[in-house]
């Protein structure tokens, strides 16, 4: 009887363990796939803000879960966003150090998706609206969020 019960146990833990996938290769992937099913679900990138704003784009067949590569997908599309975005920064700040009239040192610039955020403190309301309105002629720029304020 002892020995039908370690069979029996045995037989489960090995069933448990034969379930799981073995890693995928990819130490990012593998690192979110906390049960180890080879599989990332909404809740295992919760914690990724990028990520699991592109979660539903990215799940292909809609299965609520990503494979290797529908991840793969996920983060070059993050990626493309980054590049983006910092050229945008980029464009915008080299424009304001050889733009007449415009204090580039004074003025912060951030993109995210493209929509460029200006903040800092300048001279005059026309250097508030010449930012601006450089800003929003870059290719690329969606929205001009303009949070500069006159000393």
């Given at each position: 009887m002892d020995r039908l019960l370690?069979?029996?146990?045995?037989?489960?833990?090995?069933?448990?363990?034969?379930?799981?996938?073995?890693?995928?290769?990819?130490?990012?992937?593998?690192?979110?796939?906390?049960?180890?099913?080879?599989?990332?679900?909404?809740?295992?990138?919760?914690?990724?803000?990028?990520?699991?704003?592109?979660?539903?784009?990215?799940?292909?067949?809609?299965?609520?879960?990503?494979?290797?590569?529908?991840?793969?997908?996920?983060n070059k599309d993050n990626d493309q966003r980054i590049a983006a975005d910092s050229t945008i920064t980029t464009k915008v700040k080299s424009l304001f150090l050889v733009e007449k009239g415009i204090p580039s040192t004074a003025i912060s610039v951030e993109t995210y998706e493209g929509t460029v955020l200006l903040s800092g403190m300048v001279d005059s309301k026309d250097q508030v609206a010449h930012a601006g309105k450089v800003a929003a002629g870059v290719s690329g720029v969606k929205k001009v969020e303009n949070k500069l304020t006159v000393k």
């Open positions: 370690i069979a029996a146990c045995a037989a489960l833990l090995a069933t448990a363990a034969w379930a799981q996938k073995s890693p995928s290769g990819n130490a990012a992937f593998d690192g979110l796939d906390k049960n180890r099913d080879g599989y990332l679900e909404s809740q295992e990138v919760a914690g990724e803000k990028e990520l699991a704003k592109r979660f539903k784009k990215f799940d292909a067949n809609h299965d609520g879960k990503w494979t290797l590569d529908e991840y793969i997908k996920a």
